[in-house]
């Protein structure tokens, strides 16, 4: 048995445009080993949910894991419950951090991970011009991206993706429908009409809990659909309803590494298709996204390279080259050294909770 001795808590902002922000989370233990999570912030750092996710850290989680015997990350699974997923997922990826590094293990080995190289994917916004989105597509494929991941809404999504297809038809193109479309004549007209360009999947077209409306949907269309899965429970319902056929592995929306693992196995085992989503844009929610995207099942190419272009904290940074991000195998736990000064500096909010 072994024990966490100490957790701190960074909260830290972009320092330009829409200033995105995550909570950091440091823990310490008794060897002295550091471990790293993060949970990016909802809104952009403002409003109650940010408040939230701070107070779920420092005032449960946090407390509760000072001092807390555990052998394996998975023991702590009882102080995610203690606050929400955002919070749970930057206390799970820590542990897992803390453990990997005191026993020299990669995250990506002690996961279950087998490869080496991650193929990645680009996220394509909505455009005030339509005609923009090829313009885009096109730097995503020039950068060696091969899968593009399409946000659409009504009215913003046959005549893109017909664009695009159009551009470039063998290219792999997963549409994001943001929960916006409903089981309206019109709008199932609409996602049948994206069913006829050959797409790797439909997500989220639906309210996230109507796993019904996500099986009758995916009765009439060949794509794979991709409910929004927040949990097991979910998706294990999800493979019994015959539901959708494949699973963005989203680390802030499961809580964590601990349940998106068990999550990959489940889906896997079904014979869905895969893919891993980054959480956060300082580099600590992504790397722990390479490691969880290098387990066999993540058929489909990842959203795990840095997005942000402001300061990461990760050296060296987690960035596509080629459209491939390569799996650290030869370093402990996430693979990063991880600026701890900076850190410090640029926090805008710190809490530290010592070991009793």
């Not at 206390?91 to 951090?97: K, P």
């Not at 026993?103 to 087998?114: D, N, Q, S």
């Not at 489909?300 to 060296?316: Q, R």
Request: aromatic share 4%.
């Amino acid at each position: 048995m072994s024990q966490i001795h100490g957790c701190d808590a960074f909260r830290v902002a972009m320092p330009r445009g829409r200033r995105p922000e995550s909570v950091l989370v440091r823990l310490t233990g008794e060897d002295g080993a550091v471990g790293w999570g993060e949970a990016p912030l909802p809104g952009g750092g403002g409003g109650e949910g940010a408040e939230a996710i701070w107070a779920d850290i420092g005032e449960r989680m946090g407390p509760a894991l000072i001092g807390l015997d555990w052998e394996r990350p998975e023991d702590v699974s009882a102080v995610a419950e203690l606050g929400s997923r955002r919070a749970a997922a930057a206390v799970d990826v820590a542990c897992w951090d803390l453990w990997c590094r005191s026993r020299g293990l990669p995250l990506a080995h002690a996961l279950g991970g087998t490869r080496t190289s991650i193929v990645t994917g680009a996220r394509i916004g909505p455009e005030p011009v339509l005609e923009t989105v090829v313009s885009r597509v096109n730097r995503a494929i020039g950068a060696g991206h091969t899968r593009v991941t399409v946000d659409v809404r009504p009215g913003w999504d046959i005549e893109p993706i017909r664009l695009i297809k159009e551009a470039y038809p063998a290219l792999a193109v997963v549409v994001d429908a943001g929960h916006a479309y409903t089981e309206s004549a019109e709008h199932l007209d609409v996602l049948q009409g994206l069913d006829g360009y050959g797409l790797a999947a439909i997500e989220r077209p639906f309210p996230a809990g109507d796993l019904v409306a996500h099986a009758r949907l995916q009765r009439i269309v060949g794509t794979p659909v991709a409910p929004d899965i927040g949990d097991i429970d979910t998706l294990d319902a999800a493979i019994t309803l015959e539901a959708g056929r494949a699973l963005d592995l989203r680390l802030g929306a499961l809580g964590g590494l601990t349940a998106a693992r068990a999550a990959h196995d489940r889906a896997y085992a079904a014979g869905w298709d895969v893919w891993c989503t980054g959480s956060g844009p300082f580099g600590i929610g992504q790397a722990a996204a390479v490691a969880l995207a290098a387990l066999p099942g993540c058929t489909l190419p990842s959203d795990v390279s840095d997005p942000a272009g402001g300061p990461a904290f990760v050296t060296p940074p987690v960035r596509s080259s080629g459209g491939v991000v390569g799996v650290p195998l030869t370093q402990p736990g996430l693979g990063h050294e991880v600026d701890e000064e900076r850190i410090e500096r640029q926090a805008t909010r710190r809490l530290r909770i010592p070991a009793v």
